[in-house]
């Protein structure tokens, strides 16, 4: 199936990709906004070590939606990132971590599709994006978040569970966001 949406030969942006961006930016940063709360939810259950990687693939959506719609170098690392920018601005209570989880999130998810020398902005890429995204962000938290304390059989339970939270939202539900997207022909564009 072919996936129409923008040139992706073409190395510039036009007004049309830097709006489609800002759109995907501030409904995300609505989400994660929203999304804050599920996280609270469950860390106040005894599932709490684990509530950071169970939610943590809806705050990675963004910059994939953002990369293979707009099939463009940087568009996941910048969708992250603005998305990011946004969660803050609307009184996360977060702050400025947002900003710093928004790169680090969008720098991981953005190597997959780097992988493929950005040719694959379909499920091979998602699928890469998310291993090098969980790779990256789980990195972060070993440090960050105080991963290095626990033992090595939660670490690995930990990584699984990133890796499948991930892999469904920032994945396997982005690609059928952007299914339904070009279903829509809402983003077929001269």
């Given at each position: 199936m072919k996936?129409?949406?923008?040139?992706?030969?073409r190395n510039h942006w036009t007004i049309h990709d830097v709006i489609l961006l800002a759109?995907?930016?501030i409904f995300f940063g609505i989400i994660y906004q929203a999304w804050n709360y599920a996280y609270y939810a469950l860390a106040a259950t005894?599932?709490?070590p684990?509530?950071?990687d169970l939610t943590l693939?809806?705050?990675l959506m963004a910059g994939p939606l953002a990369a293979i719609l707009l099939k463009k170098r940087n568009a996941c690392l910048i969708g992250e990132l603005l998305a990011g920018i946004m969660e803050m601005f609307i009184f996360s209570s977060w702050g400025v971590g947002d900003i710093i989880s928004g790169f680090i999130q969008g720098f991981g998810s953005e190597l997959g599709f780097a992988l493929t020398k950005y040719r694959k902005f379909n499920g091979i890429g998602l699928f890469l994006s998310t291993i090098t995204s969980t790779v990256v962000t789980f990195g972060w938290d070993l440090f960050q978040s105080g991963y290095l304390s626990y033992p090595p059989k939660m670490l690995i339970e930990?990584?699984?569970i990133r890796f499948l939270s991930i892999g469904l939202f920032a994945g396997i539900l982005v690609h059928a966001i952007q299914k339904l997207l070009l279903r829509t022909k809402v983003l077929n564009h001269a």
């Open positions: 996936l129409p949406t923008v040139n992706p030969h759109l995907i930016a005894p599932l709490k684990y509530a950071n693939g809806v705050w930990l990584f699984i």
